[in-house]
T-cell receptor, first 112, second 119 residues
């Protein structure tokens, strides 16, 4: 099935550093979502974006819905060890109600 | 509130055997989704239901896979006969419309997954 392109594929950073990752699509979406998956668990919703240009924060996480509607960005400030995991973006069309298209994932590893 | 519940959490079976995965969605959610996750293909949507009715099963790999939702609080995904290439983590997710009640803008909540290994 179709997947969104996420970059980077993986990141190895030090505790306290800021992290940025993005997701791009060849198609327009009406909703962008960011999920985090811990080892052995299901993805957990972090942030949902509903309008082009929207900037939303959830604690140390900030995500933006790209103006073109074809991309989204996630930033994590002052990373901590529990930020380790795989981050997935997901896009959704209004016309194809409920179906999400998932990104390929960004694996984040944080060192002390 | 209880989240999405899946059982079993782990399943090991031999090729050719029937496998049944179970899911209980979050109470009040009217959409239910089955996904498969592998290293090679990532997260793939297999099928989803709305108000217990299958809406899109285009992601179901082949006739060996079937899914049912007999009521609003229970769904099954069955593989018969199972093959080694079916080994993956299978997730169930549920959702409902967001605060604006607009179609297509629901957010999905995932269960912990069933890790399936077919030998």
């Amino acid at each position: 099935g179709q997947q969104l392109n996420q970059s980077p594929q993986s990141m190895f950073i030090q505790e306290g550093e800021d992290v940025s990752m993005n997701c791009t699509s060849s198609s327009i979406f009406n909703t962008w979502l960011w999920y985090k998956q811990d080892p052995g668990e299901g993805p957990v919703l972090l942030i949902a974006l509903y309008k082009a240009g929207e900037l939303t924060s959830n604690g140390r996480l900030t995500a933006q819905f790209g103006i073109t509607r074809k991309d989204s960005f996630l930033n994590i400030s002052a990373s901590i060890p529990s930020d380790v995991g795989i981050y997935f973006c997901a896009g959704q069309f209004t016309g194809t109600a409920s179906k999400l298209t998932f990104g390929t994932g960004t694996r984040l590893q944080v060192t002390l | 509130d209880a989240g999405v519940i899946q059982s079993p959490r782990h399943e090991v079976t031999e090729m050719g055997q029937e496998v049944t995965l179970r899911c209980k969605p979050i109470s009040g959610h009217d959409y239910l989704f089955w996904y498969r996750q592998t290293m090679m293909r990532g997260l793939e949507l297999l099928i989803y239901f709305n108000n217990n009715v299958p809406i899109d099963d285009s992601g179901m790999p082949e006739d060996r896979f079937s899914a049912k939702m007999p009521n609003a609080s229970f769904s099954t995904l069955k593989i018969q006969p199972s093959e080694p290439r079916d080994s993956a983590v299978y997730f169930c997710a549920s959702s409902t419309k967001n605060r604006w009640g607009l179609a297509g803008q629901e957010t999905q909540y995932f269960g912990p997954g069933t890790r399936l290994l077919v030998l």
